[in-house]
């Protein structure tokens, strides 16, 4: 019989960063989806130190993972409609950091993007590693290995950043899915991304 403890999802929030652009990302959202006056509100919520971190935060800046994930809780839970809501952040941030500062990173084909993700992992976060292996034709598994942070927030706002990366990249009739994650239990996380 399954437990509530054993549904419980781990996770650890020190240890790692992500720069900046993924924060400014996540607070252009609200600010453009509900206005500058939500945005101040939602800041105040934060405790001071979280909120000094994210108000300073600029595209090239290093900040803390548990910053960034103590700000996507309180942007779910002011404005969340649930575990996908996160996706819709992913989207938002791949969309806005893979057309304007990190647009030289897009290649001719979806798949190319996704083998050289490592090269890309390196410039938005400072822990694990990514490894794309392709299963068949335009199915492909991205492994994230080796990271000493995570959260289940994290992982779902990473299938929203697969899915409107393989869009861009002119993916249609698109499913990605977390078939392991080290929040529950797992040694890494695998995200299995298909389209056409």
Same mark, same amino acid.
């Given at each position: 019989m399954t437990t509530a403890l054993q549904l419980e999802k781990r996770e650890v929030l020190t240890g790692g960063h992500v720069k900046g652009g993924i924060i400014c990302a996540h607070l252009e959202w609200v600010r453009q989806y509900h206005g500058d *006056?939500?945005?101040? +509100?939602?800041? !105040? @919520?934060?405790?001071? #130190?979280v909120r000094s971190e994210v108000e300073s935060a600029v595209g090239p800046s290093w900040c803390s993972f548990d910053a960034l994930i103590?700000?996507?809780?309180?942007?779910?839970?002011?404005?969340?409609? $649930?575990?996908d809501f996160m996706r819709e952040l992913g989207r938002y941030s791949a969309h806005l950091n893979l057309s304007t500062t990190y647009?030289?990173?897009?290649?001719?084909?979806?798949?190319? =993007?996704?083998?050289?993700? +490592?090269?890309? /992992?390196?410039? =938005?976060? *400072?822990?694990?590693?990514?490894?794309?292996?392709?299963?068949?034709? #335009? #199915?492909?598994?991205?492994? /994230?290995? !080796?990271?000493?942070?995570?959260?289940?927030?994290?992982?779902?706002?990473? %299938? $929203?950043?697969?899915?409107?990366?393989?869009? @861009? /990249?002119?993916?249609?009739?698109? #499913?990605?899915? &977390? %078939?392991?994650?080290?929040?529950?239990?797992?040694? &890494?996380?695998v995200f299995r991304l298909q389209w056409r």
């Open positions: *006056d939500a945005l101040a +509100s939602l800041l !105040g @919520m934060l405790g001071s #130190t103590a700000l996507d809780r309180a942007i779910q839970n002011r404005f969340g409609r $649930g575990r647009r030289l990173f897009q290649r001719e084909n979806v798949l190319e =993007f996704l083998r050289r993700s +490592s090269l890309l /992992h390196a410039q =938005f976060q *400072d822990f694990g590693r990514i490894e794309c292996r392709q299963l068949a034709g #335009t #199915t492909c598994e991205m492994r /994230h290995a !080796g990271a000493r942070c995570y959260s289940p927030i994290w992982c779902s706002s990473a %299938v $929203g950043y697969y899915e409107q990366v393989i869009v @861009m /990249h002119g993916g249609t009739f698109v #499913t990605v899915e &977390e %078939v392991l994650c080290q929040c529950d239990g797992d040694e &890494e996380c």
